[in-house]
């Protein structure tokens, strides 16, 4: 039920307790007790919605660090990453398999500058970050498998069909 | 001047559904229930096939019975699937969508006056390809408390001397009936007694839910010699506009096919065909994908049913439910008039899939969640006043 659950939220956070009961064939009640658990377990990280900001009139720049880091003995990665982790600017940060980088990390900041700033000030003077490389977004095609640039997305069936 | 029209043309009632849409499309703001076609797209890597087909520069006609590739992929198919043998190149016909395969089987074995067996509700164009290859439709109506399965009993009511096909369309449009194998068991030994062939409309084959996939009758003792299948890609994957379907058919029944088709049509559109090969070979899991979205969704409507208080058989297949509102004493047409007209709202008239389709509605749930829910609250307020209309006289 778990699996079924979270394939639905995951995709519409705004389902009801009822309806994810009614759609998967389950006591509502239970559903709810499952997602409070999953809550509990950080199985359920957070409710968010998918915005273009390029639609909105403010600015907004986001940035894909590229960071090349020396292990530390005990601790792999897992230390740094978590450094970076905690800095509010940092979006994301994942660990990659293969040779070129070994983390690459979201920023998104208000303009070139500030972003790269904060990696200047904050990220490549970090002792186990051996170089960086800065790429940033210019634009959002497709996110958490949504796209966003749809140019017609009316339904064109005809209404009534046999 | 003469007359130009062909009288048996003339004859043939127009569809009723024609007229209900075009008091819909007068009403751009209204929202639909009413569509028979998947909401989703083509899945990308069926497209992209078709696109590198073209790229590769095969515009060319393809053999009238279809690519030979794609024939031997839905034979090895349909073997592994529901347990029919058909031999690619004799008996596999691959047609513009499922409606060219029926009426070309239609076609192919009506000689004037015999009997053609269509128990309703049903899609549309079964009455009409009958009359127009010249043959006599004898309609059974199925009743919503067999859960609009075809029994036995009314297949042997039904029969005469001039009896000759029977069309079994499950899973149904438009009642998302379908039939286990249990239930065709029985139907599939009248047809054998009785000589009859049976024309299996299997189009929504892939669209079934809970316990029991679907069951082919041409994979029952006996049948194999009897039964011409048609199915296609336009439900399975998302390929209504591909117009892509195929017949299975005994080899003596295939080549008469392949005959009317080859001077009618000539062959089925390449791109799609091409397109087909890689849906058949990559498509199950977009398939299984699919079915479970309407699953989900098909379950949100019977539940938002029961609270409604509107009776509803529960359906195991298409993606269409079939609610009774005789409660209300007003005909399937007033129904659907009345809630396009005071909530905007359309879904088709069970009576235009047959004359017992009267007091139903056919619903179709290929729709989004969020579009099923605002849908169902005007089902919901409509109903409601219709009750308390109903208490207050």
Redesign the interface.
């Known amino acids: 039920m778990r699996e079924e659950i979270l394939n639905l939220l995951e995709k519409n956070s705004r389902l009801t307790e009822k309806e994810i009961a009614a759609m998967i064939g389950a006591e509502e009640e239970a559903v709810a007790a499952e997602i409070k658990a999953m809550e509990k377990e950080k199985i359920i990280c957070g409710y968010h919605t998918m915005v273009d900001w390029d639609k909105m009139p403010d600015e907004k720049v986001t940035a894909l660090i590229e960071l090349k880091v020396s292990p530390m003995r005990g601790e792999g990665f897992d230390r740094t990453a978590e450094r970076i982790s905690k800095f509010e600017e940092v979006s994301s940060v994942y660990l990659l398999s293969g040779s070129s980088s070994d983390l690459i990390v979201t920023i998104e900041g208000q303009t070139l500058k500030e972003v790269s700033h904060f990696v200047a000030a904050k990220i490549a003077p970090m002792e186990s970050v051996l170089s960086t490389a800065t790429h940033f977004v210019l634009k959002k095609y497709k996110d958490h498998s949504v796209m966003f640039e749809v140019e017609d997305d009316e339904d064109e069936r005809i209404q009534i069909m046999p | 001047m003469k007359n130009p029209l062909s009288n048996t043309v003339v004859q043939i009632k127009p ?1 009723g ?1 024609r007229k ?2 075009d008091i ?2 007068e009403m751009p703001e ?1 929202i ?1 229930l ?4 998947p ?1 989703f797209d083509t899945p990308w890597h069926i497209c992209d096939e078709g696109i590198y087909s073209l790229e590769k520069g095969k515009t060319f006609y393809t053999s009238n019975s279809g690519l030979l590739e794609l024939r031997t992929e839905i034979c090895k198919w349909y073997e592994q699937k529901y347990e029919v043998h058909f031999d690619p190149r004799k008996e596999c016909l691959i047609t513009v969508g499922g409606s060219e395969g029926i009426d070309l089987a239609l076609r192919a074995m009506i000689n004037p006056g015999d009997e053609v067996i269509i128990p309703e509700p049903c ?3 079964y009455l009409p390809c009958v009359e127009l290859a010249g043959g006599v439709p004898v309609s059974i109506p199925l009743k919503n408390e067999n859960q609009f399965k075809l029994k036995p009993e009314e297949l042997l009511d039904a029969l005469t001397e001039k009896s000759k096909i029977l069309i079994l369309s499950y899973p149904n ?1 438009p009642t998302g009936a379908v039939m286990t194998r249990e239930d065709l068991l029985p139907i599939a030994e009248i047809a054998v007694e009785k000589d009859l062939i049976v024309i299996s409309d299997e189009i929504y084959s892939e669209l079934t839910y809970g316990t029991e996939k679907h069951c082919s009758i041409g994979s029952l003792p006996g049948m194999a010699e009897r039964t011409v299948i048609v199915n296609g890609f336009s439900k399975a994957y998302a390929m209504t506009g591909w117009r892509l379907g195929y017949a299975l058919a005994p080899a003596l029944i295939a080549e008469q096919m392949t005959k009317i088709h080859q001077f009618a049509i000539m062959c089925a559109p390449t791109t799609s065909q091409y397109a087909a090969v890689n849906a058949i070979r990559e498509g199950d899991k977009d398939i299984e994908r699919m079915r479970q979205s309407y699953d ?2 098909r ?2 409507l ?3 049913f029961e609270e409604l208080g509107l009776p509803c058989f529960e359906p195991f297949g298409a993606f269409y439910v079939f609610p009774c509102i005789r409660e209300f004493g007003l005909t399937s047409d007033e129904f659907a008039n009345r809630l396009l007209q005071e909530e905007k709202l ?1 879904v ?1 008239p069970g009576n ?2 047959g004359d017992c389709g009267e007091g139903f509605l056919r619903i179709s749930y290929a729709y989004s ?2 579009e099923l ?1 605002e849908a169902m609250g005007r089902i919901e307020r409509f109903i409601t006043k219709l009750r308390n209309e109903k208490s207050s006289c």
Do not use: L
């Open positions: 569809s559904i209900f849409f819909v499309s209204a639909s009413g569509v028979g076609e909401d899609y549309v164009s449009n989900k969704r379950r949100f019977m539940k938002q359309a088709v235009a899939f969640i969020d829910r």
